[in-house]
């Protein structure tokens, strides 16, 4: 098989997240090191020593995106660590995130959307949609002045009753 250059994936993308009660998504800044990681575990159902199995089924999948936020803003931090940035009270001098308190679920759902724009004409436009998705793992912040501050989040998605159970979905285009 010859090689296709249209199939070439280049360059990052930019990500923007909707936590639920808040009317837009809130593009997160600057973002590098995406990752899109989908796990399945199946079973084979078998059906005696003489008769080939069943079938074969899907019983979990696992949908996991990491990426690193760039920009230190406190929110890009709420959303990093799990919490809700609609609990950042801004004031003109300084925004204020008070830490809940142990085994108090507050991270709410967020609608997730990744895009890998179109560079000059032969790359392909991609965009993946994650519909509700949470936080996981928690951040490590480092007070290091040699180091750029980002943090490293990861998100699982979950299934959408919304959107019949689907959990997202991934657009790219078709290029002649």
């Given amino acids: 098989m010859a090689v296709d250059s ?6 990052e993308g930019s990500m923007s997240l909707q936590f639920e009660g808040e009317d837009d998504p809130t593009d997160v800044g600057g973002c590098l090191g995406a990752e899109l990681e989908i ?6 159902v078998e059906v005696g020593q003489y008769i080939d199995a069943v079938d074969t089924f899907d019983i979990s999948r696992v949908i996991n995106f990491s990426i690193i936020l760039k920009e230190d803003t406190l929110r890009n931090f709420v959303a990093a660590l799990g919490g809700d940035p609609t ?40 965009k993946i949609t994650l519909y509700k998705v949470k936080s996981k793992g928690g951040i490590k912040y480092s007070f290091n002045k040699d ?3 980002q943090y490293k989040a990861m998100f699982q998605a ?4 919304v959107h019949n159970g689907k959990p997202g979905k991934i657009e790219r285009d078709n290029l002649d």
């Fill in 39 to 44: 796990k399945t575990k199946d079973l084979d």
């Fill in 6 to 11: 249209n199939n070439f994936e280049i360059g």
């Fill in 147 to 149: 180091k750029e501050v």
């Fill in 87 to 126: 609990e950042i009270v801004a004031s003109t001098d300084k925004d204020i995130y008070e830490f809940p308190a142990n085994s108090v679920n507050t991270s709410k759902f967020a609608e997730l959307v990744y895009t890998v724009a179109r560079v000059r004409d032969k790359t392909k436009f991609r």
């Fill in 158 to 161: 979950y299934a959408d009753s």
